[in-house]
């Protein structure tokens, strides 16, 4: 394992053949095990399933910024662990040491860190992006994931990259020869213009989705949303996701998809039209009031 490389571009016509399960492929053997943060992005189950990896979690603690809890993941037969900030579903920017605690996490058990980046640009409050791979010791033990999609808005596009350690990069590049090859090279010169041209776009695209956080805030009162544009919401008691649906006609993702600890909680999406979100809130700010009382 030596010095980052770049992976080049990838291209999937579904979320089954993105980034994380082809590292999943390459990183992992059959009853290995690959660790994913609990709440986690729901297709990160897909890699390890096409792996014959099994699964364990790393609990995200909601109580202390959401870092990854490493004492309570497994320390042995690991392959990979996952992570994911700023995270989707729970809205947070990385918690100061969780970096460090993963690379020695990976130290220890000789697992290889794969850190989803896909939300790096989409962090609020004045917060600057932070790569895993600026960690002492990060390149020497994973990689990160960039997506083209949240950034940029090219999610139609499919578009992305894996940077960090060569050995894991290689493995990357070498899979992606046998089963894609490369796309349409348009797309790539539009990925390349996006990247090294004005940035203008993106930090518009980063004070839209602040804007309506605090449209959320307003409207529902104080909750946690430093980054990417989701908000985690925790459920009164008594009321639940098919409710909201059902009674209220308000449609949000039930946490029970994100992991364990999602049940209870439910995940809004701040990229609606204003008038959407407006409307929503109205109805999600009369249920939650009902069910309160």
Not at 277 to 288: C, F, I, Q
Request: one cysteine or more; a negative charge.
């Amino acid at each position: 394992m030596g010095t980052p490389l770049f992976a080049g571009f990838r291209s999937c016509a579904r979320r089954l053949l993105s980034g994380t399960a082809p590292l999943s492929l390459v990183l992992a053997d059959e009853g290995q095990v690959v660790v994913l943060p609990d709440p986690y992005y729901p297709d990160y189950p897909s890699g390890p399933a096409l792996a014959g990896a099994e699964i364990a979690y790393v609990p995200l603690d909601p109580g202390n910024g959401w870092p990854p809890d490493f004492k309570q993941a497994p320390a042995e037969n690991v392959a990979a662990v996952y992570l994911n900030y700023p995270s989707n579903p729970a809205a947070v920017a990385v918690p100061d040491g969780a970096f460090e605690e993963a690379v020695a996490y990976a130290e220890t058990t000789g697992a290889a860190v794969v850190h989803d980046f896909a939300y790096g640009d989409l962090v609020f409050d004045g917060r600057e992006p932070k790569s895993f791979l600026a960690t002492p010791g990060a390149k020497d033990v994973g990689v990160e994931m960039f997506s083209m999609s949240k950034s940029y808005g090219m999610a139609g596009w499919r578009v992305g990259f894996v940077v960090g350690n060569a050995e894991i990069v290689e493995r990357i590049n070498l899979l992606n020869d046998h089963c894609r090859v490369g796309i349409f090279r348009p797309i790539q010169e539009a990925c390349i213009a996006a990247l090294t041209g004005p940035q203008d776009s993106v930090a518009e695209r980063r004070d839209t989705y602040q804007r309506r956080r605090d449209r959320v805030r307003e409207v529902l009162g104080p909750l946690t949303c430093e980054g990417t544009f989701y908000i985690w919401l925790e459920l009164p008691s008594g009321l639940t996701a098919d409710q909201l649906l059902t009674e209220h006609r308000v449609a949000v993702s039930p946490g029970e998809g994100f992991g364990p600890s999602g049940v209870g909680r439910v995940r809004l999406s701040l990229a609606v039209t204003e008038e959407t979100l407006e409307l929503g809130l109205k109805r999600l700010g009369s249920a939650l009031e009902s069910h309160s009382n």
